[in-house]
């Protein structure tokens, strides 16, 4: 077998897609609101590159393949699953990786990066400042220059095909439901959601502070549609912040439901469709599917 044979098997391997359950969620709190929740457990799709971070790198993982390229580029912070996940990748199907972190180098490497820098990523960190301007012609020159060619995937990996990817995953949600609600980054996956189910209520959570913004970016990827929303009072402080209030909840959901949460995404969804379902916010007698993003490797152990 030729390297690239062996190197388009592995991709191939790789993007088998493994299908996961969609479970129901009980709670007093859900049967007293006479609404129906179920959650896909897209957790559960690759033990490493998992939940959306699996659609969201597919094409783009095929991309760089067909146009040839090593070398996989991308940027993130310290406890970026799009870092961990592109790493894992990488690694698995024989790319070189450089992974732009933002901020100072913390030693010990947390589990993210030393899990990336196991599987061979090039970890190099610019400043807060500089991490700003990421997105600029002037950056990525320099970034060529002192790296060579290379195939660039965005933050939390969001460009048009993540998108695509993440409207081929909306399309293996079948119908049964009336809400569709996931945890929001980037906004790259809610795109995918909004794209693929026309018909159904698609409600998105910001994990970020002021994330009013992504509405804007949002709209980039769907252009006029109004099926969609997204709430931005369940950051519990900010991304990757936590408060006592979130962390007893998410305990509470995993003892009844046994299903581990994380604190940075699906955590702080679930909490704010809870508190949408007391609040009277969902129709009597909907279901509301729930999406489990994965990310688990970033959990808070206590
Ligand atoms: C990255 C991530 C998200 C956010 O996805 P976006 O497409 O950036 O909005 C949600 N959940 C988990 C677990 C993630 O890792």
Redesign the pocket.
């Known amino acids: 077998m030729t390297y690239f044979y062996r190197a388009r098997q592995k991709l191939s391997d790789m993007l088998r897609y493994t299908p996961t359950p969609i479970v129901e969620i009980t709670d007093p709190i859900v049967e007293k609101a006479g609404v129906r929740v179920l959650m896909k457990r897209e957790?559960l799709n690759h033990p490493l590159v998992?939940?959306?971070?699996w659609w969201?790198l597919k094409y783009n993982l095929e991309e760089a393949q067909q146009q040839n390229k090593k070398t996989l580029l991308t940027f993130g912070g310290a406890y970026?699953?799009?870092i961990y996940?592109t790493a894992a990748a990488a690694s698995e199907l024989g790319f070189n990786c450089i992974g732009i972190i933002r901020g100072e180098e913390t030693l010990p490497l947390n589990n993210t990066l030393s899990f990336a820098k196991q599987q061979r990523m090039n970890l190099h960190y610019v400043s807060r400042e500089q991490y700003r301007t990421k997105a600029t012609p002037e950056f990525i020159n320099r970034l060529q220059q002192q790296f060579g060619d290379f195939y660039l995937i965005p933050e939390?990996?969001?460009n048009k095909l993540?998108v695509t990817g993440?409207t081929e995953f909306a399309q293996t949600l079948g119908h049964d439901f009336d809400y569709v609600c996931?945890?929001?980054?980037?906004?790259?996956?809610?795109?995918?959601l909004i794209n693929g189910l026309p018909s159904k209520k698609t409600i998105?959570f910001s994990?970020l502070k002021n994330g009013e913004f992504?509405k804007h970016d949002v709209e980039r990827w769907v252009g006029e549609k109004h099926h969609w929303q997204i709430m931005t009072d369940y950051h519990f402080g900010g991304y990757a912040k936590t408060t006592r209030v979130l962390e007893q909840f998410i305990q509470q959901f995993e003892e009844r439901n046994n299903i581990p949460l994380?604190h940075?995404?699906?955590g702080k969804?679930m909490a704010g469709v809870y508190d949408l379902i007391q609040k009277g916010y969902f129709q009597k007698g909907s279901t509301i599917l729930t999406?489990?993003?994965?990310?688990?490797q970033?959990k808070r152990l206590f």
Do not use: P, Q, R
């Open positions: 957790d998992s939940g959306n971070k969201k970026s699953n799009h996940a939390g990996g969001t993540a993440a996931c945890a929001v980054g980037t906004g790259g996956t809610l795109a995918g998105g994990v992504l994380e940075v995404y699906t969804m999406l489990h993003t994965g990310g688990l970033g």
